[in-house]
């Protein structure tokens, strides 16, 4: 599963689905623990790992940070790596993966939205792993 507004080109997951994996995208929003329940329940094609790649950027120094640059940054990441958590937690995945920086850790001057966002995914992952789920960051 890719959580990114637009699917990859097409040709950049042939390799993948020339030794018979099924790519989907799906963009995170209402339903979408249905459609992925749905799809890992499938016969030919049971769900085994999720990718979460969602990101972006919205440049502030802290102090004149708006509460809407701060969402339009964090939700995609937080709401999203949550909904995939829990839409797959009781599923016998292989893998889930979520795509974090460093910059959770190290920090960087007007990305104090960026940071807090990875900081979650790097907690989300620890919190997965404390449940024997697979996850890595």
Known sequence: FFDVEMRPDSGELDEFEDVGTLVQHFQIGQAIGDRIIATANSDTHPLKGVFHAAGGLDDSVIQQMTLDQFR???APKVLG???????TKDLDLDLFVVFS???GLMGSAGQANYAAANTYLDALVDHRRAQGLPATS
Do not use: F, N, P
């Not at 790596?81 to 839409?87: N, P, R």
């Open 101 to 103: 920086s460093i910059l």
């Open 81 to 87: 790596g949550w909904t995939l958590h829990e839409a």
């Open 72 to 74: 339009k940054i964090t």
